[in-house]
């Protein structure tokens, strides 16, 4: 498996690569936080993530991992801190809008229309890709059939990544769990986003189907040049696919770098994997 | 899959054709036969009826099966609709009309009772909809007893007669007839189908199945959410326009609770989010109780049996059964084959 | 100083169906906190209650505290069987088709006794009798006394039985994490028909209170009667015992406000905007918890 060949450099808060640099970063969270109720949930999180970096965030059960995909895509308004798409802080932003400025984002107990076809939830997702007005769905204009086609065939197409466009037809709930999975990715995928947020993406998967999600998350940001970040707990394909991990307990980052960087920390392996862990492969 | 979409692509044109072909057959060849004086006047009224409650089983299935949520003050926009379109047409004294003004005069009431109607969804979909699930089914039931109460007592405090309070507002034009009540009806569904089956009727189905991934693919959960409460709310008042044309006068005590669950049941035994359930259902549930006169004290014991049983043994509706079990997934394959049978539910006769 | 005595004896008026409505709001709040179901036949559990009070008085002329004891048998039957025929079966499917269950359950109990004895009001005679008591230019009325001792009797004896006996802790319990009460030994199907029974036993005895001011039954008493506890259960906050009683309150004196200024025919109308605006401003109910839904 070939490593991106971007070279990086360090900027406050992160790597990205060379040519983005100069540019407002894709995504950028300073000094994020959010308490519950008095309990401190995430804390001082910041980070920045490059146009096209594949980024981890790895760490315990519990760690608040999900819970910054939650603040990231405001269902969470922060307590503390911002965050900038492309420049632009999301904050006051409804949900609907941060996808709109370009995050989509997959869940980790699978949300899918379950009850409609795999290709309505594809369609669901490119709803903002289509104008056309209530009107013009009423009278059935030009402008209907126009968007409706292109959606069909972009929903089809993406659906392929996964070699899905066969099961356009089949509801979404009677998929198989990878599969459900898989579609969620393409939901994701076809809001057009710039970043998209993958929580744990591999749960549920044998090795091979997991090998096979390594290869088509690279292709996914390969074809369209997107950023990814990604939470798992399978250390393969975090290690093996990730440009940049971010490590997080108690709701803070304890550890940042490189895959590398990241099995060697003392403090990773201590805090993550337990005094006596062994290799960070395991 | 690539020759599949082409077929389709290639049918459409022909499948609306003929579906306008059938439409336009089953009006005016049905008011053709309503007006041959082959049937009696009460089957005639009978078929009246069926249409009314139609649009209102297919409008309430909007909220309801598409949106999933469960309003239980159908029967109060239905009133909104019946007392705007019974004081419309009294002013506009639409008796007296005749030709293009006769028409003119129905096609205004009937959009205006609508209208406002809908602007009542709007007031109240806006706040209700903020809250989820058992609230909002509070919240509308509230709303549909506040209308009743107004519409008593209103007159009290405007100071004239306006909506005649208990006794009733009488002598409302009749203008409601087949023809006018069958085009009602299928444009109902036909608009329905058209936004069902558009961009915006799959976010509306979107926020049923799942509100936070719905907002999270950049749906705006709310604008979809008062949208397909104000389809609702349109619809139901223009039923209640085509009442208050039906039975020339109304009463409030006639909009009450029962008369919102009386829809719903319909609703429900049809299967909740197919609009053909929603249209056999209303149908059966009209004709059934007028066939079976005799037994009308039964009627709404059976009736809450019924709701209860289908609830308890196969909560998707009877139409459920069959291949319709899937019927949200199917109604896309079916698309053609359900208008065809839809007009045969309405023209059964 | 009439306006005063007026406004006093509207105030009584306000705190005896106040009373009664906090009563039956208790048993939409036990049930709604336990299984998440607005249980809509709740109202109608009322209207059995009256009927049976009517039928043991009127019909075989038993002891007036027989035919009470009859009447909270029965209802308390009702519920349960209620809940086990109806209501169990579903515990696992949709909250939609739960509620409209329920409602279904309503219908036909409305309906059915409409059937058997007609749409007419039964009278009920009188079997709460006593001294009234003069208090300046108003009167106590004996049921109202009555209403007020019985309701704060039973407040207090539930508030004990909640907090103290071992079927109110895994009440309790169950309403906080039916899934984890269960595994900690708790037996779910115990606890929901003692919550049914408790509520529907309320539910009669509201109902007998409610008859020694109005002597009427019919079927369609405990449709309204049962909307409005259902409002207070909703503004007080629903799931809190607490709130239910309050909530009761404030309904009784406000319906009670409205009549004392002369604008009674609007009663049900304040009502019911009173309950969307608490929703609009507190979703909770003025004592309920917020629930946030995980993601």
């Not at chain 3, 696992?92 to 009001?121: K, V």
């Not at chain 3, 004896?157 to 802790?169: P, S």
């Amino acid at each position: 498996m070939s490593k991106e060949s971007t070279k990086l450099v360090e900027v406050p808060g992160g790597v990205i690569p060379e040519r983005d640099a100069g540019a407002p970063p894709v995504l950028e969270v300073r000094h994020l936080g959010i308490d519950f109720g008095g309990l401190t949930a995430v804390d001082d999180f910041n980070f920045i993530i490059g146009r096209t970096e594949i980024g981890g965030l790895i760490g315990p059960n519990g760690a608040g991992k999900t819970t910054i995909f939650n603040l990231l895509t405001n269902v969470y308004q922060p307590t503390r801190g911002h965050i900038l798409v492309n420049g632009v802080d999301t904050r006051g932003k409804k949900t609907y809008e941060v996808n709109r400025m370009g995050i989509a984002r997959t869940f980790q107990n699978i949300r899918l229309f379950k009850a409609l076809p795999v290709l309505d939830n594809v369609l669901i997702g490119m709803h903002n890709a289509m104008t056309y007005r209530l009107g013009a769905s009423v009278l059935r204009l030009p402008s209907f059939w126009k968007q409706e086609r292109a959606a069909r065939s972009r929903a089809l197409e993406l659906l392929s990544i996964f070699g899905m466009q066969d099961l356009a037809d089949v509801p979404a709930g009677g998929l198989p769990y990878g599969a459900q999975r898989r579609l969620e990715i393409v939901r994701a995928l076809a809001s057009g986003p710039k970043v998209l947020l993958l929580d744990e993406p591999a749960a549920g998967m044998n090795p091979s189907e997991t090998a096979e999600l390594m290869e088509n998350i690279r292709k996914i940001r390969d074809t369209f040049q997107i950023a990814v970040i990604l939470i798992e707990h399978d250390m393969n394909l975090v290690m093996g696919i990730c440009e940049g991990i971010a490590v997080l307990n108690y709701g803070q980052i304890i550890a940042k770098g490189t895959p590398q960087e990241i099995r060697t920390d003392p403090v990773v392996i201590e805090a993550y994997l337990g005094k006596k862990g062994g290799a960070a492969g395991c | 899959m690539q020759t599949k979409l082409n077929r389709r692509t290639i049918s459409m044109p022909a499948r609306y054709l003929i579906n306008a072909a059938l439409i336009a057959l089953f009006l005016f060849g049905g008011s053709a036969f309503v007006g041959s004086g082959a049937v009696s006047g009460y089957f005639i009224k009978v078929l009246m009826l069926i249409g009314i409650n139609v649009i209102l089983a297919v409008s309430l299935n909007v909220a309801t099966g598409y949106l999933g949520q469960l309003p239980l003050g159908h029967a109060g926009f239905m009133a909104v609709g019946a007392y705007t379109g019974g004081i419309f047409l009294k002013a506009v004294r639409a008796d007296q009309a005749s030709g293009v003004q006769y028409a003119l005069c129905v096609g205004a009431a009937l959009l205006l009772s609508g209208i406002v109607a809908g602007i009542f969804g709007v007031l109240i979909g806006i706040p209700a909809l903020r809250l989820r699930g058992d609230y909002l089914a509070i919240i509308t039931l509230g709303f549909g007893e506040i209308i009743r109460v107004v519409l008593t007592n209103i007159d009290e405090v405007l100071g004239f007669k306006f909506t005649y309070g208990a006794s009733g507002l009488k002598r409302i034009p009749k203008i409601t007839s087949f023809f006018n009540v069958a085009l009602m009806a299928v444009l109902t569904c036909l608009v329905i189908h058209m936004i069902m089956k558009s961009r915006h009727g799959r976010a509306v189905l979107s926020i049923r199945e799942n509100e936070i991934a719905a907002e999270s693919c950049g749906i705006r959960t709310t604008y979809y959410k008062v949208m397909a409460f104000t389809l609702s709310a349109f619809f139901a008042g223009v039923a209640g326009c085509l009442y208050a044309g039906y039975l020339g006068s109304l009463q409030p005590t006639t909009f009450g609770f029962m008369k919102s669950i009386e829809i719903l049941v319909m609703v429900v035994l049809g299967g909740m989010g197919s609009m053909l359930g929603s249209v056999l259902s209303a149908t059966v549930l009209t004709a059934l109780p007028e066939a079976l006169r005799a037994f009308s004290d039964y009627r709404m014991v059976v009736y809450s049996l019924v709701l209860v049983l289908v609830m308890i043994f196969k909560p998707t509706g009877l139409l459920g059964q069959y291949d319709f079990s899937l019927s949200r997934i199917l109604e896309k394959l079916m698309n053609p084959k359900e208008k065809r049978r839809k007009k045969e539910g309405g023209a059964d006769e | 100083m009439a306006f005063l005595s007026t406004l006093f004896s509207q105030a009584i008026n306000g705190l005896q169906s106040g009373s009664i409505y906090a009563l039956v709001a208790l048993g939409y709040s036990m049930v709604y906190g336990i299984i998440m179901l607005l249980n809509f036949a709740h109202g109608d559990i009322i209207m059995v209650g009256a009927y049976v009070v009517w039928m043991a008085t009127a019909n075989f002329g038993l002891h007036p505290v027989v035919s009470i004891l009859l009447a909270v048998a029965v209802s308390t039957l009702l519920g349960v069987t209620i809940e086990k025929v109806a209501y169990a079966p579903l515990r696992s499917s949709p909250r939609l088709s739960l509620l409209i269950t329920a409602i279904g359950i309503s219908f036909l109990l409305e309906n059915g006794f409409q059937l058997i004895f007609g749409a007419g009001a039964k009278v009920v005679p009188e079997f709460l009798s006593g001294p009234s008591l003069r208090l300046g230019g108003a009167t106590v009325s004996f049921s109202a006394m009555v209403t007020l001792a019985v309701t704060v009797a039973i407040m207090i004896g539930l508030t004990l039985l909640v907090q103290k006996t071992r079927l109110g802790k895994a009440m309790r319990a169950v309403s906080e994490d039916m899934g984890a009460a269960q595994l900690m030994g708790i037996n779910l199907n115990t606890t929901i028909s003692f919550t049914f029974a408790l509520g529907s036993a309320l539910a009669a005895v509201a109902s007998v209170l409610y008859l020694s001011s109005y002597a009427q039954a019919s079927p369609t008493m405990g449709s309204m009667l049962g909307l409005k506890a259902f409002v207070a259960a909703v503004l007080g906050g629903i799931g809190s015992l607490p709130g239910a009683m309050l909530g009761g309150l404030v309904i009784g004196l406000a319906e009670a406000l409205v009549s004392a200024v002369g604008l009674s025919v609007w009663k049900d109308g304040v009502v019911f905007a009173i309950l969307i605006v608490v929703l609009l401003v507190r979703p909770s109910g003025l004592l309920g918890k917020p629930i946030k839904e995980k993601v």
